[in-house]
């Protein structure tokens, strides 16, 4: 029979002859890289994870959604969905040493999925660089004798409140009618932003924008020149810079008057709001987002470990971390709104301060600018922060040019590199326009968001379900002589790809027209932003098509069935790991079948899981 069992497929030893296998495999494992030490894969994941979501995102997320409330379902979440599909991604690609999509090995039927995630990367990382050159432009006017942000220009009327000035908030009515010398700085001298796309267009790339921005794809290009050789050796300086200035501006915090009523705020529960959806939802998507889940990165990262590494601990040590430090920083910048709303004589925290995409480059320039002394040195120390954490974020480029190497392994590394980031800087001049921040929030939503969450519960479907649990378990069994947890099981089975569903469900019930500043966006905007998550999520039905044509003739169910199953290569690079791994498989479904004389679809459902 064509189809086969899935147990068959499972344990059936490799068609390729075995002097074509050894042979391959070699060529494979020449061209791979290694980490230095298992330290630099550490700091590597470190510098992913610990991000601009952790510093900025989190302490308002928060704020937006009950304070000290926001906390339980954030770390319920953290638990259920954040950490094991960490340790999930993790032991999928140290285990094969494999990049984003030729991980999908395992069932070639859900290839499309790794593709979907590598043209999500590619729109996040083009126009996560925009964000890296609007950091280095603050950087730089940091030097100014007075910080240029913190005062208004003649040209801006009447209507513009100087930041640098005490006691000159933005409350209640007053912020209607006028607008901070930050807000104003962004916009019109930094951004020179449109009001109207349609009027307008986008309009022409910024020149000093663009040298910023250049000067920030070089920075990439230099870190990752090398691969993971280059990229290790930064990661320490990455993962560890921003830790020292967090500290420092720490200190500087819970020093300022009024701060303790800033984080107390912070602190501070509003039990109603747990029973918002809206709450849970975001508590989600903050996990997601602050790991950099679901984005192939962590596979591509740990496909450079050496097979045996300890990547349980390591899971668990930058889960960890990640929920650290967003607590660190959610004290850091409720302690400075605490300064800001006693400066301004004002109760109501949650009006010193405007959240939204620009964030980083309104609010906290507003309160650094408020500070009394030295506020250069502590804008030059948060925006460099923000910068390294930029630069951290240097997986995105690295997962592309894996998947490149991989495909043509004779192809120099450097070439690869210098080519994406050649690409991503034109790209990029598209966001550093008048109308480049509207197609941020558009690119973020649908070529980000929405279709990272889609592609989220495949990745899960196909692991969980189509692979199996039971296998997965199996695997970590073999490479690290770890017996997996029934916390993880459920988790991988049933719990965490059952959150995602509920999480798109509500995404879809509840979503409105994109806006950007309170206005809609042009109906040819949408029709264009539908497109590209058209295309993204084509991916996963275009290459499971693909994946069935491969397959040898039969019926439909047969095909199907087929493509679904590993290829009979997979599993460790070394050939002679695989045949030792072929053999423990077997023998380990010899022990399994002892006695069993039938199968119910309760018994398969929880062998599925359990074993």
């Known amino acids: 029979s064509q189809c086969g069992s899935s147990g068959e497929a499972l344990l059936k030893p490799s068609a390729l002859p075995m002097a074509l296998e050894l042979s391959e ?46 906390l339980v379902p954030y770390l319920i979440v953290l638990f259920v969905v954040g950490k094991p599909i960490y340790y999930m991604e993790m032991l999928l690609g140290q285990f094969s040493s494999r990049g984003i999509v030729q991980v999908f090995d395992f069932a070639p039927l859900m290839r499309g999925v790794g593709y979907a995630q590598l043209l999500a990367l590619g729109v996040l990382a083009t126009y996560y660089a925009s964000v890296m050159a609007l950091t280095l432009r603050y950087f730089f006017d940091s030097f100014a004798a007075e910080l240029p942000w913190s005062y208004c220009r003649p040209e801006w009327g009447d209507g513009c409140v100087s930041a640098a000035a005490a006691g000159e908030g933005l409350q209640g009515p007053l912020s209607r009618n006028f607008s901070s010398s930050t807000q104003l700085y962004l916009q019109r001298i930094v951004l020179n932003e449109t009001k109207d796309l349609t009027a307008d267009g986008i309009g022409y790339p910024s020149g000093s924008l663009a040298l910023m921005l250049g000067l920030s794809w070089l920075t990439v290009t230099l870190v990752i020149i090398r691969g993971v050789k280059s990229s290790g050796k930064a990661a320490y300086f990455l993962a560890l810079f921003p830790y020292v200035v967090m500290f420092i501006l ?173 690409i991503g800087f034109l790209v990029g001049l598209v966001y550093i326009t008048p109308g480049g921040q509207h197609i941020i929030t558009l690119l973020d939503f649908h070529g980000v968001t929405f279709v990272s969450l889609v592609s989220a519960i495949f990745e899960l479907i196909a692991v969980g379900w189509i692979y199996g649990t039971k296998r997965l378990c199996q695997d970590a069994e073999y490479m690290l002589n770890i017996k997996t947890s029934k916390y993880y099981r459920i988790c991988w089975s049933i719990v965490t790809p059952m959150v995602m569903v509920i999480i798109l469900i509500y995404t879809l019930l509840t979503m409105k027209p994109l806006s950007y500043n309170g206005q809609e966006f042009p109906l040819h905007y949408r029709v264009c932003g539908w497109c590209i998550s058209g295309l993204i999520i084509g991916q996963l039905f275009y290459w499971a098509c693909h994946a069935n044509y491969k397959q040898p003739k039969g019926s439909l169910k047969c095909r199907i069935s087929n493509s679904a199953k590993p290829h009979s290569d997979w599993g460790p690079l070394d050939s002679k790991q695989l045949m030792d791994y072929q053999m423990f498989l077997r023998h380990k479904d010899e022990t399994n079948l002892l006695g069993i004389k039938q199968r119910c679809l309760c018994y398969s459902v929880g062998d599925r899981i359990f074993g």
């Open 25 to 70: 495999s070699s060529t494979d494992q020449k061209a791979r890289d290694n980490w230095g030490s298992s330290v630099e894969f550490l700091m590597s994941c470190i510098a992913l994870s610990v991000g601009l979501g952790n510093v900025w995102r989190f302490p308002f997320t928060a704020l937006e959604n009950g304070g000290g409330a926001f």
């Open 250 to 422: 720490l200190i500087r915090a819970v020093t300022l008057p009024g701060a303790y009523d800033g984080v107390m705020y912070f602190l501070t529960p509003q039990w109603d709001k747990l029973l918002e959806p809206q709450v849970w939802y975001n508590a989600v998507t903050q996990v997601f987002f602050s790991l950099a889940v679901c984005f192939g990165v962590i596979i591509m990262y740990s496909s450079y470990n050496r097979f045996g590494h300890n990547v349980y601990r390591d899971a668990n040590i930058v889960t960890t971390l990640d929920t650290f430090t967003s607590l660190l920083s959610g004290v850091i910048i409720f302690g400075i709104l605490g300064n800001l709303a006693h400066e301004s004589g004002t109760k109501d925290i949650a009006s010193v301060v405007k959240a939204g995409p620009g964030l980083a480059f309104i609010s906290y320039p507003e309160a650094i600018a408020k500070f009394k002394v030295m506020p250069q040195i502590f804008s030059l120390l948060f925006f460099a922060m923000l910068f390294m954490l930029g630069v951290g974020n240097v997986g995105m480029v690295s997962c592309i040019m894996t998947v490149l190497k991989d495909q043509f392994v004779n192809l120099k590394l450097w070439l690869i590199v210098v080519g994406l980031s050649l």
